[in-house]
């Protein structure tokens, strides 16, 4: 079994969490007249209040505890480093790279260079594609692009697309479809002109199965003409590949075995997303997540960020029971940040041994869930108040948005209601069927609006908060075994009809389906 379930640091965190069961979170602001603010981290664009937690000073410092007995700090030490810390792949882990602004990075085994030269050629062809210059085969210029991709091919530049490219204006069009099901690409394409649309194909492999059915479904719809080549730009690691679909090597763009895909949205994977919202978005997101990246690397454990929101669900996931956790943006452009918070999360700790391939003895990932506000109020809040299971909240709540400040102002209002509905509950006496315990923990994330660098460390803070959860657990949050299991599988099904060893469920479904 791993070991950090035996240190005595989670020994004392499991005394502790028994002490604290018998506190309340009305007894302990009552306590402590200052504990909005000292229970708040505030770094340039976010304020983390997590004064709703269910933890005293005692608790953070035993959780800090457990943080320097699992070697956080040198965990981060090698990541910056540029060491192979995704040991099961014996790669590196270098998404900061593709923000940082330094000249060499990481120190001896520099990737800057390509990184630069990358950025430099996706900015040339985002001025193309934004000032109409990108022509398509017939002479028309480009006016439409969609991106075909699945999962952080998809997740991370859709996110982005949708929170930032309303300020960029309306041109040029940008769509996306990741889906087998024919209904997501004839979706999207029934409005677009042949002649004038682009296909950027995201996949590092090119052997995706959702998003190569998908290309070949482009083909047709362009005709199948000798010159579709014109009509498609690729992100990927298997040029060759690519080449055979006829894309100019100019319009090929490289992905690095160093930058897993949930983390791709800095690299060239984010070129649908830079079109959408232009260039200086574009680096603006950069910037921003580079500076989450600096207070990361840098600040000490007991005044970081990620570190303090990660121990926090640490806290809840192992010492509370918690098994699932729920993002809830009180922002329309924030309504796909759930769905990339589930990849991030789940994908990257979603995990049953530990780095040394030894069983788990306790939880790690949580079960990442959760919707827009105000919407999800009238979904699925009732089971926070009421339910019987306690689940962690994060509100992500900006405080300025475009458009009437009065609906701005109302949503503001209903999203700090519900963290404090959800802390102290109804007044004793309250019937039976109209009464909530309270006492239920969440933490409110604030930023003065959704700006590029905002966004950027919104998305950063995560990452990194993902990062030292994986480093408590002395998992492996950078490989993602499960994932390829199942490709095996669908690959295996989809050539039929034998199949050796599948169990009688599944060779019954292919029979039903006619394909066994």
Known sequence: MSSISKSPAWLALSTHARDMEKRTLLELFAGDPNRATRF?????????????????????????????????EGLRRRMFAGDAINESENRAVLHVALRSDQVEFPAGRSVMGEVRECRERMREFVR???????????????????????????????????????????EPGVHFAANFDPADLSGVLHTLNPETTLFIVASKSFSTMETLDNVRRAREWLGGRPDSGAHFAAV???????????????????????????????SAMGLSAAIAIGDDAFDALLEGARQMDAHFHTAPLEANMPVLLALLGVWNINF????????????????????????????????????????????????????????????????????????????????????????????????FAQGAALLAGTPVGTAPHAASTGNRPSSTLLVDRLSPEALGQLIALYEHK????????????FDQWGVEQGKKLAHAIAEGPAIPHIDTSTAALMRRSHRG
Request: charged share 15%.
């Open 40 to 72: 708040a981290i505030e770094y340039d664009e976010i304020l983390l209040d997590y004064s709703k937690q269910r933890v005293s000073a005692e608790t953070l410092s035993l959780l800090l505890d457990l943080a320097r007995q699992a070697d956080v």
């Open 128 to 170: 193309l594609a934004r000032s109409g210059k990108l022509l398509g085969s017939t002479g028309l210029p480009i006016t439409d692009f969609v991106n075909l991709g699945i999962g952080g091919s998809d997740l991370g530049p859709r996110l982005v697309t949708e929170a930032l490219s309303p300020a960029a204006g309306p």
């Open 236 to 266: 990927t690691a298997n040029v060759s590949a690519a080449r055979e679909l006829g894309i100019d090597r100019q319009r090929i763009f490289p992905a690095w075995d160093w930058v897993g895909g949930r983390y791709s949205i800095w």
């Open 320 to 415: 509370c029971g918690a098994e699932s956790h729920a993002i809830l943006p009180y922002c329309h452009a924030l309504r796909k940040f759930p769905s990339y918070l589930q990849q991030l999360e789940m994908e990257s700790n979603g995990k049953h041994v530990d780095r040394q391939g030894l069983p788990v003895d306790y939880a790690t990932a949580p079960v990442i869930w959760g919707y827009e506000g105000t919407l999800s109020q009238h979904s699925f809040h009732q089971l926070l108040h009421q339910g019987t299971t306690v689940i962690p909240v994060d509100f992500i709540v900006p405080l300025h948005g475009p458009g009437d400040g009065k609906s701005q102002n109302l949503l503001v209002s209903n999203a």
């Open 466 to 477: 993902v990062f030292v959860q994986g480093a408590i657990w002395n998992i492996n949050s």
